[in-house]
């Protein structure tokens, strides 16, 4: 059985899409390692993040992030148990738009990475972060 954690956080202000890249890259390398999948959506103002995988490990990647000043007021909105991965083999699907790229269709984008996830709450919650601007 795999542990899957949903949170959204809101960026430091003095966050720049260099700091995201480094995110992401870091991300994937750790969890590469420790066997964590999953989504990241940054709009330019916040971050909402699925991360899925053995318990223990998710757990601790969520304590890292909360460490990281480069996020604030940091909320978990779900925490479950899952039969199967519903990520795939992804180390860390990202879509990144809005200000700080000042590209890309985020509703478009969001739609297709979560098109085939079974869970219709997660496919929600994460269609409706890609649609609330602001």
């Avoid at 103002?45 to 996020?71: C, M, N, W, Y």
Wanted: aromatic share 6%; glycine share 8%; proline share 4%.
């Amino acid at each position: 059985m795999l542990f899957q954690l949903t949170y959204i956080s809101t960026a430091s202000p003095s966050l720049i899409l260099f700091d995201v890249e480094t995110i992401l890259e870091g991300s994937r390398r750790r969890n590469g390692r420790d066997d964590i999948t999953g989504l990241l959506i940054f709009d330019g103002k916040r971050f909402l993040q699925v991360l899925e995988g053995p318990l223990d490990h998710v757990e601790a990647t969520f304590s890292r992030i909360a460490l990281d000043k480069r996020h604030r007021a940091l909320v978990r909105l779900s925490s479950r148990h899952v039969d199967r991965r519903e990520f795939g083999a992804w180390a860390m699907a990202s879509h990144i738009v809005g200000p700080v790229t000042g590209k890309g269709d985020m509703v478009a984008q969001v739609e297709a990475l979560t098109e085939a996830l079974p869970d219709p709450n997660l496919r929600a919650t994460l269609r409706g972060f890609a649609q609330i601007r602001g």
